[in-house]
């Protein structure tokens, strides 16, 4: 379990889109020993005419990384919006993501420990764009009461709404380093917490600098041909050059 929490870094893209835009990612992590890899089958997003994700045909993607790389070499990191979605990605996912969106869908979080199994490395939850510390933790304790073992739930920090951030979002690390006195591990997400891609790494290193435990990205083969997040979306190359200099 250790050697797992002492890696919490998860890289991908924003949606999972084709075979051919994952299998550059995956490569590109194998090479460094990076295991956790967005393969995200279900969005959520504002805009309901926007790419919604693959959905279960997406699936059919993730058979075939599993063909390349086994399930200790790379672990799939998958979100759920639902219930349903839930048992859709369990058998799939390594890591269940709770996303900003749905951090106090209560009843989701109380199913997760339905899902959880041996197969699961944890459970990710994200802080909601306009919740406090506070509600984060309890969100955390529907978790534990639903099963879910406390060792096995990381947060994540994506940021708040700002009305003054020039991207509309600010990464807050004061939120991250107060959730992290809870015992709980905490990673921070600079992609979503940054809404540009330029300012991605410069986030990362400083989550890195400030002790958390983690970071997770969205990186893309083509980042401005992204279907979803197509601003924050850094290139491989980049993502690449992190991990060399960063997480080694
Ligand atoms: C995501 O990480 O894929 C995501 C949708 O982020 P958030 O829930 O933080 O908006
Ligand atoms: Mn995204």
Known sequence: M???FNSLNIFGPCSLESLEQITPVAAMLKRHGVKYIRTQLFKPRT???????????????LEVLRQTYGPEELKFV??????????????????????????QNFELLKAVGKHISETHDFV?????????????????RYLVQGGVPKSKIVLCERGTRSLTSPTGVQLDFIAAMEAKK?????????????????????????????????VMIE??????ESVSDAKQAITIESAEDFIKSSLK
Do not use: Y
């Not at 998958?78 to 951090?103: K, Y």
């Open 2 to 4: 250790e050697d797992k």
């Open 47 to 61: 805009n309901p005419d926007s790419f919604q994700g693959l959905g279960k045909d997406g699936i059919k993607i």
């Open 182 to 214: 809870s015992g709980f591990k905490v990673i921070i997400d600079p992609s979503h917490g940054a809404k540009r891609s330029e300012f991605v790494i410069p986030l990362a290193k400083a989550s890195l600098q400030l002790g958390l435990d983690g």
């Open 78 to 103: 998958c979100e759920a919006c639902s219930t349903e979605q839930l048992e859709v990605i369990a058998p799939w996912a390594s890591v269940m993501q709770i996303g900003a969106r749905n951090m």
């Open 219 to 224: 990186c893309h083969p083509r980042p401005s």
């Open 124 to 140: 990710l939850l994200k802080r909601g764009f306009a919740n406090t510390v506070e509600e984060w933790l309890e969100s955390a």
